[in-house]
Every structure is written in structure tokens, then in C-alpha cells.
């Protein structure tokens, strides 16, 4: 970035000082004082939207730590993983209301079981111009399998394969209507699957080779879908920590900041920007154990959702940016009915929870709320909750357990109540719950009907709708909310930025799934 540019930022710094001190209208973030227009947040006073840069003079800073790894396989840190959707491309893309596009998947096909999915690739380069191959897929998806971040999608994968005309053959161990929902993964060199920083065949690559990183525009790329990103070269900031990147925002050149309002660590952002929240998947619920004297009761479990104002907990713990839910899914998914959610919402008393206590003959009406206590705003989430099933007349003791132990009373089902956080997959699958195997089915709360709706629902979306509404009439699960990040930006410079699920830079190649599929 230019001189002018970070004198820009100063001055601005300046003004608002200036305005806070006059006590005329601040601008420090406050998401109450703003509302949606378009596809940015932008404040109440009308102020205008500037379009994005859209040339090759546009100049952008983002920031990333150098010391972490830019493998999307292995990279968690939401800061790093910000720029990864400029680096690489997947088969399919999804956008922030979950619907999905192919990318390097060129045309698709589906078996009559709908066990089967056949794709054939676009001519893809990496940016080394090396093509891609469906040995790089295959490997890819394979090596994905056993990786912490996409590990979980492959509940239902039988098995990856290349055939031999190059196509990709994927076989899943159920019918599943929407598998490519699930395959943004990353695609990768089959050479550098270990790698830290690989090569991709998105539009720039990473050039370390210099005093200052930069993400350098690709002059081969392959392809020339439209894209917000046009800079010719990106400045990559090295990051410290949260607060330097806070401050680097305000007063210095950064460009676009990706933040974690649910973590103790997130700093508040003051002056001028443009503002989206972008959903994680992460989901927040309540878990009953099976086998405690309160909640293997089926109405008292049921009546549980009735006891909790899940609005008062997003609100004031997570600065509005989480979404409560009285289902087991993203409200911004095809999945989430708001009728069906309408009626599994608070009482404003916790009277209904109470009646049924009373009528099942509920003696024992202490019950230990388990909580991990590494999470100190989690803590205070389950402290609230507490008091809110105190109200209907329980008496709660909220066990702060650290990870081993955590882990350990999940196991030997040593509590009444789990307050716990997962990140649902894009299909919203809760298998890993209910079956008997599954990865989050503590508390024996396992169940082989309720595992074979799990199935039926990614057969046919429509049952999600049945599904959802045993699981609530059940109880087994209390849904809280879904969390979302913040992304800030410097204003007019990415207006029309739509940021989804784990892709910041969201675009597509204009193809749309049905004119991909070959019938």
C-alpha cells in the first residue's frame, strides 16, 4: 500500500477522535447500530456505498501469520485461512446460503441410488502450470479424510477413486442427495500434500521470496470468472496477535481483518469500515445424559428447549454475532424451518419445564451442568443457563471441568447436562450423533431410529424437516446457536464482498449445478 494510504488511515483516526470528543455520533463498532443493505452492514445514516476497486490499480493489505502453516489441510487459524479461497480452488463451492457451485468439477453424474457420484474436471493448472490431475483429487480427498478440519465430512464416504478416462468416481455408504455440498476441500498437488505453504490453482500464489510476502496475481491463470480481488499483487502484513491486528486495521494499511467475536481475545474495532458476519457452522447445544435420573425422561428432556432464551445468550455473549436456534442446523441453510423452529422456542418463564418435571415425578431435581473450562465465555454461557433452568425450578451445579476431564466425564457419563461446541458439517449431518458409533454420541444418546432419519434427510432435504422435529420432541439435543466471524473492511474498497462459510473471497465460474449434471 501506498504512503497516502496509511496517511489516509491516520487522519481518519484523527476525525473520529475528533468526533468522539465532541460527542457527536462515535464509531466504535456497535452491531446494534447497524443494519443490512445489500450484502455489507452499513450505518443507519444512509452512508453511501462506494463500489469496488475493479481494476489493476486496485491495491489491497491483507494479513496472515508466517510461523503458521497455509496448508488447507492443516491450517485451523481463521487468519490464515482467510486468504486461502485466493490460493486454491475446490470441486464445488458454497455460498453463504448454502447453495453450491461447481468449480473444478466440470459437468457430474449421479447414479439412480444416488450412491454414486462421476466428475470430470476442468482443464485446471496449478501455478507452476502444471495441470491437474485426477491423481491430485484423489489424493487431496484421501489425505482430507484424516485431517482435524475436514475429517468430520466423511461420515458416509465409502471410498475415492480415479477412473480410467480421469474422472473422479466418490461412492458413499448411503443415498445422499447434496454430496458436493461437501467437497469445497481445497484441491492440492499430490506432491505436496505435507507441504506448508503448497501450490493452488486459484488466482494468485504466495511469493515469500522477498523482504515482504505478497499473493501475486497468476498471468496464467486458467480460467477469468469475475472476481472482487483484482490487485495485481496483494501485500501480505505479517501478524502478532489479535490486538496488533486490530491496530494495524485502524492506523496502518490493512485492508480486511477476519475476527472471532466469540474468543476473549477478540478486540474491539473502532473508526471507519464495512462490516459482514460470516457463519462458521459452529454450533452451540445442550446435551442430556441418558442415563440421569432427570433426563431419561422424555418430557422433562422435550420440555428443556421451553426453559432456555437462547436471544439473551447471543446477545449479550457473543456481541450479536451468533445466531440463536431452536434446531439442530444453520438458520442460513435450505435445512432450518422457521415454522418448525417457532414452536420449540422460550416460555418466558420456564414454567413449561417446571410442569413437566412435576408430572413425570421428578424427585431428584439437582443436576450438574458440565462445562469445559477453557472456554471462559462458554462458562458464562452455561452459568446463564443455569440460572434460567433455576428458575424452573432446579437446582444447578455447573461443573467447570478442564479438557482431560472434560473429556474423561463425557466418557464415563459422570453429568446430568453437557453444555458442548461442534462444527456441523455443510450438509447439517447428525449422524455423529445417533450412531452408535458416532464421533459425538456421549451420554448414550445413540439411537438407531433416529440414526436412520439422520440418513433419510441427506437422501431427500425435505426430510430434514422430520428429522429436526424428532430430535426436538426428544430432547437428547438442545440447540443454542451458531456462531459467526467478523469481517472487516476498508470501506468502499470490497463493498460487494460476499463472504460464506470458510471462503472470504467467495465467487463462481457462472456454471450452475444443473447445467453441470449429466442427466
Known amino acids: ?41 452499513t450505518m443507519e445514516d444512509g452512508t453511501p456505498q462506494q463500489g469496488p476497486g475493479s481494476n489493476e490499480n486496485q491495491e489491497l493489505t ?44 466440470k459437468q457430474y453424474s449421479v447414479s439412480k441410488d444416488m450412491k454414486t457420484y462421476t466428475l470430470s474436471l476442468e482443464n485446471a493448472t496449478f501455478s507452476d502450470g502444471t495441470p491437474l490431475t485426477a491423481g491430485d483429487v484423489v489424493a487431496t480427498l484421501t489425505a482430507a479424510k484424516t485431517s482435524a478440519y475436514y475429517a468430520g465430512r466423511y461420515q458416509h464416504i465409502k471410498s475415492v477413486t480415479a477412473a480410467e478416462d480421469g474422472a473422479i468416481v466418490i461412492v458413499t455408504d448411503t443415498p445422499m442427495e447434496n454430496l458436493p455440498i461437501l467437497l469445497d476441500i481445497p484441491i492440492l498437488k499430490a506432491t505436496e500434500l505435507e507441504a506448508t505453504h503448497p501450490l493452488g490453482t486459484g488466482p494468485y500464489y504466495l511469493d515469500s ?21 483484482t490487485a495485481p499483487a496483494i501485500a501480505l502484513k505479517e501478524a502478532v496477535d489479535i490486538t496488533q491486528i486490530r491496530d494495524s486495521f485502524e492506523f496502518d494499511s ?11 481475545r477478540y478486540a474491539d474495532y473502532r473508526c471507519d469500515f464495512e462490516l459482514w458476519n460470516c457463519e462458521t457452522g459452529l454450533f452451540l447445544y445442550l446435551m442430556c445424559n441418558m442415563e440421569s435420573p432427570i433426563f431419561s425422561n422424555p418430557d422433562v428432556r422435550a420440555a428443556l428447549t421451553t426453559a432456555i432464551d437462547r436471544d439473551a445468550l447471543a446477545a449479550a455473549e457473543y456481541r450479536g ?56 465465555m462458554r462458562v458464562r454461557i452455561a452459568h446463564a443457563i443455569a440460572g434460567m433452568l433455576e428458575n424452573a425450578g432446579f437446582k444447578v451445579t455447573v461443573s467447570e471441568c ?25 450438509n447439517m449431518d447428525l449422524s455423529p450423533f445417533f450412531d452408535t458409533y458416532g464421533s459425538l454420541s456421549y451420554g448414550k444418546i ?6 436412520a432419519l439422520c440418513k433419510e434427510a441427506l437422501a431427500n432435504h425435505g426430510n430434514y424437516y422430520t428429522l429436526h422435529q424428532t430430535v426436538m420432541n426428544d430432547g437428547r439435543l438442545c440447540p443454542i446457536l451458531f456462531r459467526s466471524y467478523a469481517v472487516y473492511a476498508t470501506r468502499g474498497l ?3 464482498l460476499m463472504p460464506a462459510r470458510d471462503n472470504i473471497f467467495f465467487y463462481t465460474m457462472n456454471k450452475t449445478m444443473e447445467s453441470a449434471l449429466i442427466p
Open 402 to 426: 478442564s479438557e482431560s476431564k472434560f473429556q474423561k466425564n463425557l466418557k464415563n457419563r459422570n453429568f446430568d447436562l453437557c453444555l458442548a461446541q461442534t462444527k456441523l458439517s455443510p
Open 62 to 105: 491483507l494479513i496472515y501469520y508466517p510461523n503458521r502453516t497455509m496448508n488447507p489441510l492443516q491450517c485451523t487459524d481463521f487468519t490464515n485461512r482467510t486468504i486461502l479461497s485466493l490460493i486454491y480452488q475446490s470441486l464445488f463451492v458454497t455460498d453463504r446460503d448454502y447453495n453450491v457451485y461447481p468449480l473444478l468439477c
Open 1 to 41: 500500500m501506498s504512503g497516502g494510504t496509511t496517511v489516509k488511515r491516520f487522519l481518519a483516526a484523527l476525525v473520529c477522535i475528533a468526533i468522539l470528543s465532541t460527542l457527536f455520533a462515535g464509531c466504535q463498532v456497535d452491531p446494534d447500530a447497524y443494519v443490512p443493505t445489500g450484502n455489507a452492514l
Open 321 to 376: 454475532f451468533a445466531q440463536a436456534v431452536t434446531l439442530p442446523a444453520s438458520p442460513d441453510s435450505p435445512y432450518y424451518s422457521t415454522v418448525l423452529a417457532s414452536k420449540y422456542g422460550y416460555d418466558g418463564t420456564g414454567e413449561t419445564l417446571k410442569k413437566a418435571a412435576s408430572s413425570a415425578g421428578v424427585t431428584k431435581e439437582e443436576l450438574v451442568l458440565m462445562v469445559n473450562s477453557g472456554d471462559s
Open 494 to 496: 470490497l463493498t460487494e
Open 254 to 264: 490493512l485492508d480486511l481483518v477476519c475476527a472471532d467475536p466469540g474468543s476473549d
Open 209 to 229: 521470496a522477498g523482504n515482504t510476502a505478497l499473493l501475486r496475481r497468476r498471468t496464467n491463470w486458467w480460467c477469468n470468472p469475475s472476481l472482487l480481488v
Open 446 to 451: 445413540n439411537d438407531t431410529a433416529m440414526y
